[in-house]
Every structure is written in structure tokens, then in C-alpha cells.
């Protein structure tokens, strides 16, 4: 049986308040697609965080030897900012806690990856515009994954 809105009653429903038109009913795909932007934006937060105010300069400098353990590490700040995301997001929108930690543990392996390819194939001149580019590519490598993570999720 529809309610006052038209939809179901047991639809969920978010309402947006208008200035003198009334309310506007958002329909359940809506509000899925809000909480998975919801999603990508906690873990762009969580990326800038992670990359640019909780990474130290060793971690930098090791990122680019492959198997450090410093520069691992870096990748398991990753793989625990992405645990606590997803983990508090659970709480509002239905995420398996397996799905949670193999696509938290995923985008780790990724990253560490993503970054050790950029400590080593990509420019550490800040004056050559190609060191512009590559942090780019790696910057949008990892956006890409974040997107792929939402996918799954979704």
C-alpha cells in the first residue's frame, strides 16, 4: 500500500526540504547511491590522510625497495584506514565483514604496488613537470581502486 509520498510504506525514504514546494521522496536506489558516495568520499578522506599527513619520510624513502618493511608499513596505515572506513560504514549500510577485510587487504597489496612502481619508475624531480605526471597517474591508480572497492561493495 503506497503512503502520502506514492511509494510503498515500507520503502525507505529521505526527505529533502524545499522552499515552498513541499518534499521530495528519494527512493531506496537513491539513498544507495548516496551512502556509496558516502563511501568513496570517507575513503578519499582516509587516502589523503594516509598519504599525506600520517606518512613519514622513511616510509618514503623505502617505499621504493621492495619487501622493506618500513615501506610496507605504509601500506598497512592503507589497510587499516580502509578496516576502520568500511567497518563504521557497516554499521549504516550492509558490508560483510569478509568483504570488508579481502577488499581492505586487496587495496593494500595494490597500493604498496602502485607505490613501489612509482619510487622506481617514475620521476622524484619536483621541478620536472614528468614528476607532476607520474604522482597524477599514481594518485588517480588509487582513486581507480577506491571506485573498484565502491563497485564491489555495491
Same mark, same amino acid.
Request: glycine share 8%.
Given at each position: ?22 518534499? @521530495?521522496?528519494? %527512493?531506496?536506489? =537513491? ?5 556509496? $558516495? *558516502?563511501? /568513496? +568520499? !570517507? ?26 618493511? @618500513?615501506?610496507? %608499513?605504509?601500506? =598497512? ?5 580502509? $578496516? *576502520?572506513? /568500511? +567497518? !563504521? ?66
Amino acid at each position: 500500500m503506497a503512503g502520502p509520498s506514492g511509494f510503498g510504506e515500507m520503502d525507505i525514504m529521505l526527505v529533502f526540504e524545499t522552499s515552498g514546494v513541499g518534499s @521530495i521522496p528519494a %527512493s531506496p536506489a =537513491i539513498l544507495r547511491l548516496f551512502m556509496e $558516495l *558516502i563511501i /568513496l +568520499f !570517507l575513503l578519499q578522506i582516509k587516502h589523503w590522510y594516509v598519504d599525506f599527513v600520517l606518512q613519514d619520510d622513511e616510509q618514503v624513502a623505502h617505499k621504493g625497495v621492495y619487501g622493506n618493511f @618500513i615501506g610496507i %608499513s605504509h601500506s =598497512i596505515d592503507h589497510i587499516a584506514g580502509n $578496516l *576502520i572506513v /568500511l +567497518f !563504521l560504514v557497516s554499521f549504516f549500510y550492509t558490508i560483510p565483514l569478509l568483504l570488508i577485510v579481502l577488499l581492505s587487504f586487496i587495496d593494500g597489496i595494490l597500493h604498496y604496488h602502485i607505490d613501489w612502481a612509482k619510487m622506481n619508475f617514475g620521476c622524484r624531480n619536483i621541478a620536472d613537470k614528468k614528476f607532476w605526471n607520474h604522482l597524477g597517474q599514481d594518485q588517480m591508480a588509487h582513486q581507480i581502486c577506491y571506485l573498484l572497492m565502491v563497485f564491489f561493495i555495491a
